[in-house]
Structures are given as C-alpha cells and as structure tokens.
Nanobody, 132 residues
Framework: QVRLVESGGGSVQAGGSLTLACTDSPTTGMRRTMGWFRQEPGKEREGVATIITDGSSTYAESVKGRFTISVDNVKNILYLQMNSLKLEDTAMYFC??????????????????????????WGQGTQVTVSS
C-alpha cells in the first residue's frame, strides 16, 4: 500500500519561497512517476510538476523557471521548491505517484506525464497561501 504524506505548506508573501515535501511509503524500488498537482476551490486539479524517478521532469507553463521538482530515491521523498511565488499559486497542493512510468510524447520527445488520470496514488494535500 502506497501512502503519500505532504508537508511544507503554509502562508507566504508574494515573491517568497516554500518547499513542499512528500514522503512515500513503502519503498517499491521501481522506476516510476511522481508529481505535484494543485487545486483551487471550485476549480479542477491541475498538474504542476512531475518527475520520473530517474530524472526526467515536466512543468506546467505557469511555473516554469520558478518551481523545481526533485526526488530523493534513497529517502523516498519528493520535493517541490517554489520560488517567486505569486498570488495565483495559492491552492491545495497534492502529491501523487503512479505505479510505473507515465509519459507523454510530442515530436519524438517523451516527458513525465502531467495528466491527473495517469496517477494512481494521492496524498491528502497541503495548503499554500500566497498573500500580497
């Protein structure tokens, strides 16, 4: 049974930074896809950043250059470093994991999927609030 637990959310002023962490239990040792999604009240959940555990990552256009996803495969922790936070980054952030490699391919280049339906396991979420 995969259990994902997020931490690191909180309140921050615009322009500030936060780092989210997601612990993953148990260890499967298999190459797979993990990611961060977010959801605002009344809106659909959207992909923020995803990573295949051997390095390939994908970012939503709205966070490129500001957010960095990484994974510690020894400690089984997924991170999301969020810099230059904007008011529109306010949302509940969810950690997600897929039971294998999930990719999308375009023009012969394949990257980690940002598609919600490709992910099998979800955390409970951690709130990020950005204020002016």
């Amino acid at each position: 049974q995969v259990r994902l637990v997020e931490s690191g959310g909180g309140s921050v002023q615009a322009g500030g930074s936060l780092t989210l962490a997601c612990t993953d239990s148990p260890t499967t040792g298999m190459r797979r896809t993990m990611g961060w999604f977010r959801q605002e009240p009344g809106k659909e959940r959207e992909g923020v950043a995803t990573i295949i555990t051997d390095g390939s990552s994908t970012y939503a256009e709205s966070v490129k250059g500001r957010f960095t996803i990484s994974v510690d495969n020894v400690k089984n922790i997924l991170y999301l470093q969020m810099n230059s936070l904007k008011l529109e980054d306010t949302a509940m952030y969810f950690c997600a994991a897929a039971g294998g490699v999930r990719t999308f391919c375009s023009g012969g280049v394949c990257s980690a999927s940002l598609k919600e339906s490709d992910f099998d396991y979800w955390g409970q979420g951690t709130q990020v609030t950005v204020s002016s």
